[in-house]
């Protein structure tokens, strides 16, 4: 029975934890405004931007921990990835080998 009890307490969609998130952020703007009402001035806000900026650390979370039944790109085709070229729309020139030692082939030039 607890079981059941503790399964209507457990955030499954992402629906639910947006809904979750909705009331954290409705309650801390009422703490936020109570704040704002018994510490007047620069305290007051410091501490009502400080029960907002919870909503987004939380929200974050909740949104993180709910895994997702579909995946971000559900039917899109693979799409290998686009080669780049380098300066001036060129790739960099490869070494000739010439399997004759270490001389380049300008060298045994005879002019």
Same mark, same amino acid.
């Given at each position: 029975?607890?079981?059941?009890? @503790?399964?209507? !307490?457990?955030?499954?969609?992402? &629906?639910?934890?947006?809904?979750? +998130?909705?009331?954290? %952020?409705?309650? $801390? ?23 907002? @900026?919870?909503? !987004?650390?939380?929200?974050?979370? &909740?949104?993180?921990?709910?895994? +997702?039944?579909?995946? %971000?790109?559900? $039917? ?36």
């Amino acid at each position: 029975m607890l079981k059941k009890l @503790g399964r209507l !307490f457990t955030i499954k969609t992402r &629906l639910e934890a947006w809904l979750v +998130t909705y009331a954290i %952020a409705v309650g $801390a703007i009422e703490r936020g405004r109570h704040y704002m009402e018994i510490y007047p001035g620069v305290g007051g806000w410091m501490l009502a931007v400080a029960c907002t @900026g919870v909503v !987004f650390l939380a929200g974050g979370k &909740l949104l993180d921990s709910v895994k +997702t039944s579909q995946p %971000a790109l559900a $039917a899109a085709p693979y799409r290998a990835p686009v080669r780049r070229r380098g300066v001036n729309g060129r790739s960099r020139p490869t070494r000739l080998q010439t399997g004759r030692g270490s001389k380049s082939r300008f060298s045994r030039r005879t002019d």
